[in-house]
């Protein structure tokens, strides 16, 4: 299960940190993404890390602005978010993959096989 927390109202230009917690199963045998759904609109792709963390994807519309640090140790995923604008609004979904070998991460939502159910973020102008 993947409990996903950490989201809110904050003003453009701000910071937001979002955490994914994954119980009953050791992390460090998934890869993980976080995906957004703005309103209207499809799911998006935003950040990916492999199991061991060296290796990370960004979508070009978060690319030095977000990043995905991961602590396997916890369990956790966060999505640290800076610079934030209200195009950033959306609802941030995790989600986790199990991976028996090598060191990839995946960008598409049908890789994944687990999903956490979703933290509201709100960006103000």
């Known amino acids: 299960q993947l409990q996903a927390s950490g989201g809110g109202l904050v003003q453009a230009g701000g910071s937001l940190r979002l955490s994914c917690a994954a119980s009953?199963?050791?992390?460090?045998?998934?890869?993980m993404g976080w995906f957004r759904q703005a309103p209207g609109k499809e799911r998006d792709f935003v950040l990916a890390?492999?199991?061991?963390?060296?290796?990370?994807g960004a979508a070009d519309s978060v690319k030095g602005r977000f990043t995905i640090p991961r602590d396997n140790g916890k369990n956790t995923v966060y999505l640290q978010m800076n610079s934030l604008r209200p195009e950033d609004t959306g609802v941030y979904y995790c989600?986790?993959?199990?991976?028996?070998?090598?060191?990839?991460?995946?960008?598409?939502?049908?890789?994944?096989?687990?999903w956490g159910q979703g933290t509201q973020v709100t960006v103000s102008s």
């Open positions: 009953g199963r050791t992390s460090s045998s998934y890869a």
């Open positions: 890390i492999s199991r061991s963390g060296q290796k990370t």
């Open positions: 989600a986790a993959r199990w991976v028996a070998h090598g060191n990839v991460y995946y960008t598409s939502e049908a890789s994944y096989n687990y």
